[in-house]
Structure formats: C-alpha cells, structure tokens
C-alpha cells in the first residue's frame, strides 16, 4: 500500500515556473514506477510525465518535452516535476500516481494508487 500527497501547486504566470512534490509513505516506494497525471476542468486526466523505479528512465507528453522534468529521490520517498515556461493550458489540478509495473508507465489504468492532486493556474 502506497499514500501519496501532493503539494508545491499554486498560481503563477505564463513563462513561470513552478515544482510539484509528492510525498509517499511505506518502505516500498523505490519498487514503484512513478507518475504526474493532469486533469483540466471538462477534460479527462492526462498523462504527463512517467519515471522508472531507478530513476533511470523518463517519458514525458509531447505537449510538456522540453518544459517539464520529473526525478525521485528514493531515499526521501518523494517524486517532483519541476514546471518550466508554464502556459496556461498547463493549468489543471496534478496528481501523482503509482504503479507495480516496471519501468516508465504511460497508460492511467496501469497505475495502482493515486494522490489527491494539487491546483496549479497558469494565468496570462
């Protein structure tokens, strides 16, 4: 079992940055690929950005390459996306999410546990 909170959302303005952790609980957090999902309103929740156990490996959307980072610290049980040259169609509520698959996981369904998101508004 696997909790996970998010934080770091907040308001900013177009060409802003912003970093997004997720806290997770459990000793088995480094078993987990991991993964930032958005979800704008009217809009189903969409893949962002995915990493593997290690860390290793990463696969982001086209419509954030360039712009976003994801990383972990498997010491620390986090996860972060740090949020470069926002625009506001980045603005959505994030969530991070956790899966038992190995290696970087695109798929929503694929992921076994979710956080509760925070907000994040990209204003122009």
């Known amino acids: 079992q696997v909790q996970l909170v998010e934080s770091g959302g907040g308001s900013v303005q177009a060409g802003g940055s912003l970093r997004l952790s997720c806290a997770a609980s459990g000793r088995t957090f480094r078993s987990y690929a991991m993964g930032w999902f958005r979800q704008a309103p009217g809009s189903e929740r969409e893949f962002v950005a995915s990493?593997?156990?290690?860390?290793?490996?990463?696969y982001y959307a086209d419509s954030v390459k360039g712009r976003f980072s994801i990383s972990r610290d498997n010491a620390k049980n986090a996860l972060y996306l740090r949020m470069n040259s926002l625009k506001p169609e980045d603005t959505a509520v994030y969530y991070c999410?956790?899966?038992?698959?190995?290696?970087?996981?695109?798929?929503?369904?694929?992921?076994?546990?979710w956080g509760q998101g925070t907000q994040v508004t990209v204003s122009s």
């Open positions: 999410a956790a899966s038992a698959m190995v290696g970087v996981v695109v798929v929503k369904r694929d992921y076994n546990y």
């Open positions: 990493i593997s156990q290690s860390g290793g490996s990463t």
